[in-house]
């Protein structure tokens, strides 16, 4: 994937795109997926990193949701089931089985918990993961130590998958890529062209990096920028627009030991009516999440100190070692963009806002699609897509995606490393120590990480930034904030061999990531 050749062909101003798509999430990465491999004239234009905002500050979970389904909503949750299978069996090196325990302390819960998530395994049909379960205390206490013994009386298992989010993105461009299409990070759209009757004809946009400006043709041009897709639609009908309702959800990490084994725990019925998790992830463990109301978009929302304190209170209540601030090794934060509910539906809280996606047209002929989640990415743009040809007079062609193998595809993969994020691509990595034994140095004592990944986020995976890396290729600074920081040093040095920087370049990255850094730290 290079951005180069991407670059090169948005320079040529006698192109027609069939599909210009506005946002590197994952929506807009799936639906430029989907185009592509459908044969469409597929251009994707991100104006900062891919998955900056949303798409890389999930729960890191695919999932039918279980809370959707106690709320009755069994359509969502069958589709979202349904492409929890695809996406396995898709992106295999990506996506895995993981189990839950939801631990019972009433005499009821274990009947109730048992027959609703038998329900969840029935909707899944042919794509389940596993059979749900009673089981008992020993068992519970066997698979997660640490969970609360006194009142305990035994547990249910489920089964549900997970991911690195993130990193599906980027095997999401480069899968989108190899299919034909010009995907480019750090290219902002400042306008849209319209023809003399008022209808969308393209967009003009500016290079970021090299500060130049293009002006693109298309057929339809897509909205898919998540938590700033009214912000693009006012490009397009200079009024105020309201289709998305932000909701901030924050997750914290901490040491695996808080769970003291490999399986999830699920708590139901937390003190705000969602659910909390308690997730292994990449060696460390992440809780969360909240659901909490803001008026404001931004690409680096912060946590609200009652958010942290209210996942630590509940977290604590469930287990045996109980989380403080000062065991926090990252915290982040993530706006949703949920589809705004209808203006009789009420105040509704965010945490009763449909899951569900919604596609929009507007007379000049902008496409925004809006809401999902990252379970239903390939759905969404599959409708989105169907919905294009359409509005651009396309020629048909059928779907493909439900069984496309994702960039990276591999069966088989070691997950007691970060190295089976890359599956395919992993032997291509090993090979850069023979150019440079150095670069198969860990950049820190605690943690895997070499600099030869660091080279191939660079030559291969489009980072452009100390944070791409450490934030979005290698995940550390969702991990360890702190070691993140230590190591950034070493990583802009790496970064700046490649990219043919000095040492001023170096020292403002380093700058700027420690200032980002920070706002995943706490009490630093």
Known sequence: MKRKYSIALLSDSSVRWDIIIIGGGATGLGTAVDAASRGYKVALLEQSDFTKSTSSRSTKLVHGGVRYLAQGNIRLVTEALHERGRMRDNAPHLVKDQRFIIGNYRWWEKTFYTLGLTLYDLLAA????????????????????????????????????????????????????????????????????????????????????????????????????????????????????????????????????????????????????????????????????????????????????????????????????????????????????????????????????????????????????????????????????????TIAGLPYRKCTTGHLHIHGYKKAVNRTSFSHVYGSDYEKILLLQRENGGWNEKLHPKYDYTGKEVVWAVREEMAFTVEDVLARRLRLLFLDARAAIEVAPKVAALMAGELGEDAAWERAQVDLFTETAKGYCLNL
């Not at 609200?304 to 109980?322: N, P, S, V």
């Not at 601030?325 to 949703?336: I, K, P, Q, T």
Request: charged letters at 25%.
């Open 126 to 389: 042919q794509h389940a993961f596993g059979r749900s379960l009673p089981v008992s205390r020993k068992q519970v206490t066997a698979e997660i130590p640490q969970i609360r013994i006194k009142g305990l009386k035994g547990g249910v298992v489920y089964h549900d998958g997970q991911f690195d989010d993130s990193r599906m993105a980027i095997n999401l461009a480069q899968t989108a890529a190899e299919l034909g299409a010009a995907c480019t990070n750090y290219v902002r759209v400042t306008g849209l062209t319209k023809n003399e009757y008022g209808k969308i004809t393209g967009v003009n946009a500016l290079d970021m990096l090299a500060n130049r400006s293009f002006c693109l043709q298309a057929r339809v041009v897509i909205n898919a920028t998540g938590i700033f897709v009214d912000e693009l639609m006012q490009m397009d009908v200079r009024k105020k627009v309201g289709i998305v309702r932000p909701s901030q959800g924050v997750h914290l990490v901490v040491d695996k030991s808080f769970l003291g084994g490999d399986t999830a725990i699920m708590i139901p019925g937390t003190s705000d009516g969602r659910v909390l998790f308690g997730v292994p992830w990449h060696g460390k463990a992440i809780l969360g999440t909240t659901d909490t109301p803001v008026n404001e978009f931004v690409l680096e929302p912060k946590a609200l100190d009652e958010e942290i304190d209210f996942i630590l209170r509940t977290a604590g209540a469930y287990l045996l070692k109980q989380p403080r601030r000062e065991d926090v090794l990252s915290v982040f934060a993530g706006l949703r963009p949920l589809a705004a509910p209808a203006k009789n539906s009420g105040d509704r809280k965010t945490k009763e806002i449909s899951r569900s996606h919604k596609i929009m047209v507007s007379k000049s002929g902008l496409l925004t699609v809006t809401g999902g989640k990252w379970t239903t990415y390939r759905r969404m743009a599959e409708d989105t897509v169907n919905r294009a040809i």
